[in-house]
């Protein structure tokens, strides 16, 4: 049986949701089995399509089933779109051809989008459009609460995804809150899969990685599920530029469940749940000097080896390390009656971290070893309606709730000291144990208003109330979006949207300051302000043009100027992460998009400029030097995410030599001008360096891999694979070590040899 569906279904879900519509239309019945679809271009009256061909193996999930999932996806799409903002999309199929796939960290898939920065790997750190993290995930429309350590794509294997949006821009109204992107994520269904996958990573820095994912339909019930394990020397960036890292092993297990049942042709349940657990061991530096030794500039000055056995200590036998646990679940009802459509969902989350300092070590290079305990306890409800009110206007609204409790246990380690900040007496433990609430409301209503046929306005409002144990605000955001589309392969879009970003609560700094006067922790600004939310006006304006049927291109420009603008940095030793606010913050830039496809063929490549400052440090101001508190205070800074030029290329073949196998080949390559660093500059007549004043030098990373598929008995595929990762094996810094909220220096990975079998059934 083959059915000729338009080109315009981008894949396989969509290829069947329309095979699905048509054989309902006709009154066909078939079977569908989406293991064995296969697409390929041909000819018609009509112009390029798609033939899909079906199948004619045994495991089968009946047609009718999978035209009611792929109509409720359409009305779920329809209650969340994405009107007036930027979009930009990556398939399952895409990441496969990109570097390491499926097996890569899901902040590289999101780092080959235009206007993403790459930072650190283990807080999943990415600055997207010159922001420090302030993303939100959903997963099938559902919101999910932030974790501890920011990065919620580190918990999740890019093998679960069946297409992946990051939305950025002037957000229509129903994203509140976290608005410096939105990772919007479709994942793979039992409605049409049937099998599963076996799969063995491994290569260098010791890699090893088994992986499995099945899904299924069983009755009125669809079912996904994937899990991983990984161990690796390379958990953390090198803070040395050579090619493999001292004291750095990592430990990551990871699971995902998401199951559907069909209540009507018109509702269903979801169920979705996730479970991770990793440790980290922190990489050392070699020859670190004792702290707090006499140097020109302090002569007088006494080490913290004085009052400690043995009285010397290498630093490449630290042994610092931190282990961080996610579990997350959700339930979600949907219904679509006619006009009407609508979700609710119920989550909720338990994150945690604990860092435990090298009790020896961190003393005798730092005079401070801190033990650090934090645990963040989530849960919510959502619920978002659309309701198409005639042919020109279509009304959205909704609400959610988010409720967080965090306890924070510290123990830090300190030497009493004099005034010139000498130890005086063998080191003591103090305590710090905490407690912290925070609530979360939003409310919006939108109509999205076809004007006319090329031009739709999308306008409305939101209201956000927060409210925490150290601070209270709301604001009401209006958001506006229009798009003209003047010929079918132009469309123009432009929008101004009001944003609210409150501070994460796992962030904000616990306990006095003042406990630590008279030891080796004293803070040298004793001032800490509460950490406000932030409030700003995004402005945006973009294009995108298809020049020929395989050639898009695209440009966006953006601008945003902040009240209270909101930072994060690590501070000492640990890699947990502390905000802070700027009272002014600007960030703008413009980006250029391309791709190609045709046949077998594709390519992309993304290119981005951008700027972002901040002025006066106006909360948390213990965590800074007085000097450069005080230059800050009335000079414009750039942020120490800031970076000028960040660019992402790639292209990938795929050929079939026969029926029974196919070779697919990639490049891709990843380019930045750098990351901020302190320099380019003085501020006292001490030398003092201006506070994020020069960058660390522009770096690149070019990757290159080939996969080998082979058609095996029972409908069974055999696929070998082989990344090879910074091919030149480039040495490149991503951060020095200097720089605001910037706690050690981190290298680049360096030259990987990389391979994996996979057998799907």
Request: charged share 15%; proline share 4%.
């Amino acid at each position: 049986m083959k059915i000729y569906a338009e080109k315009k279904y981008g894949n396989r879900r969509t290829y069947l949701a329309a095979i699905s519509s048509v054989a309902l239309s006709c009154g066909v019945t078939a079977l569908a089995q989406t293991n064995d679809v296969t697409t390929t271009d041909v000819a018609s009256p009509e112009g390029s399509t798609k033939v899909v061909s079906l199948g004619s193996s045994t495991n089968v999930t009946q047609l009718g089933d999978v035209t009611v999932v792929g109509k409720l996806n359409q009305a779920r799409s329809r209650i969340l779109p994405d009107l007036g903002a930027t979009a930009y999309t990556h398939t399952s199929e895409q990441i496969t051809a990109q570097s390491q796939g499926a097996n890569a960290p899901f902040n590289q898939v999101i780092l080959r989008s235009p206007g993403v920065a790459e930072d650190s790997a283990v807080n999943g750190d990415l600055h997207v459009r010159g922001e420090h993290a302030n993303l939100q995930y959903r997963i099938n429309g559902v919101l999910l609460p932030e974790g501890i350590t920011g990065g919620f794509g580190l918990e999740l294997d890019p093998r679960f995804v069946d297409s992946m949006q990051l939305i950025t821009g002037s957000l229509p109204a129903q994203y509140g809150f976290r608005t410096a992107g939105v990772i919007d994520i479709t994942t793979k269904s039992g409605a049409y899969q049937n099998g599963g996958d076996l799969s063995l990573y491994g290569g260098s820095y010791d890699t090893f990685r088994p992986s499995f994912d099945y899904a299924g339909a069983q009755g009125k019930w669809d079912y996904f599920v994937d899990g991983s394990y990984d161990e690796n020397g390379l958990g953390i960036e090198n803070p040395t530029p050579s090619s493999s890292a001292i004291h750095d092993q990592t430990y990551q297990y990871k699971s995902f469940i998401d199951a559907s049942r069909l209540l009507s042709d018109t509702s269903r349940v979801t169920l979705m749940g996730s479970a991770s657990f990793t440790t980290y061991q922190v990489p050392n530096t070699p020859g670190l000097p004792a702290g707090n030794s006499p140097t020109t500039d302090n002569p007088a000055a006494v080490p913290w080896y004085t009052y400690m056995y043995p009285t010397n200590f290498n630093s490449v036998n630290l042994n610092e390390n931190q282990t961080e646990q996610n579990y997350y679940g959700v339930a979600a009802y949907q219904k679509s009656a006619g006009d009407l459509n609508y979700q609710t969902a119920v989550y909720g989350r338990m994150s945690g971290v604990h860092f435990t300092p090298d009790p020896f070590g961190d003393l005798f290079l730092n005079g401070v070893a801190s033990d650090v305990d934090r645990n963040l306890y989530s849960g919510g409800f959502q619920f978002d309606a659309s309701y198409e009110l005639g042919n020109k206007h279509t009304i959205r609204g909704g609400v959610m709730l988010l409720d967080e409790y965090l306890t924070a246990n510290t123990t830090t380690t300190v030497f009493p000291v004099d005034g010139n900040g000498n130890p005086t007496g063998p080191a003591f433990p103090m305590t710090q144990d905490g407690v912290s609430h925070a609530l979360y409301a939003g409310v919006y209503l939108q109509d999205e208003w076809k004007i006319l046929p090329q031009v739709t306005l999308n306008y409305g409002a939101r209201f956000d109330w927060y409210n925490s144990t150290f601070d209270h605000e709301n604001q009401p955001s209006p958001r506006v979006n229009l798009v003209w589309k003047p010929t079918d392969s132009t469309t123009l879009h432009a929008g101004y949207a009001r944003y609210f970003t409150p501070p994460p609560l796992e962030n904000v700094s616990q306990g006095d300051v003042a406990i630590f006067n008279g030891t080796s922790n004293q803070s040298a600004v004793q001032q800490d302000d509460t950490v406000k939310a932030e409030r700003a006006n995004y402005f945006d304006a973009g294009l995108s043009q298809n020049i020929t049927k395989h050639l898009q291109v695209g440009v966006d420009g953006y601008y945003k100027y902040a009240r209270n603008q909101l930072d994060d940095g690590l501070f000492g030793q640990t890699l947990i992460l502390s905000a802070f606010n700027y009272t002014r913050g600007r960030v703008y830039g413009v980006e250029f998009t391309g791709s190609y496809n045709q046949a077998g063929f594709s390519a992309y490549a993304n290119l981005a400029y951008s700027v972002a400052q901040g002025e006066n440090w106006s909360s948390a101001q213990f965590l800074f030097d007085p000097a450069s508190l005080a230059y800050v205070q009335n000079h414009w800074i750039y942020l120490d995410h800031d970076q000028r030029v960040t660019g992402t290329f790639g292209t990938s073949y795929l050929w079939k030599e026969s029926d029974k196998t196919s070779t697919q080949v990639y490049v891709d390559a990843v380019y930045g001008t750098g990351l901020r660093q302190d320099g380019g500059g003085t501020i006292d007549v001490a030398g003092d360096p201006i506070p994020n004043g020069s960058s660390v030098p522009a770096y690149y990373s070019v990757n290159l891999g080939a996969a080998q598929s082979f058609k095996l008995a029972h409908d069974r595929t055999l696929t070998a694979r082989i990344d090879v990762v910074n091919l030149t094996d480039n040495i490149y810094q991503l951060r020095s070590g200097s720089g605001v909220g910037v706690n050690a220096a981190q290298y680049g990975e360096r030259l990987g040899f990389f391979g994996s079998l996979s057998l799907a059934f």
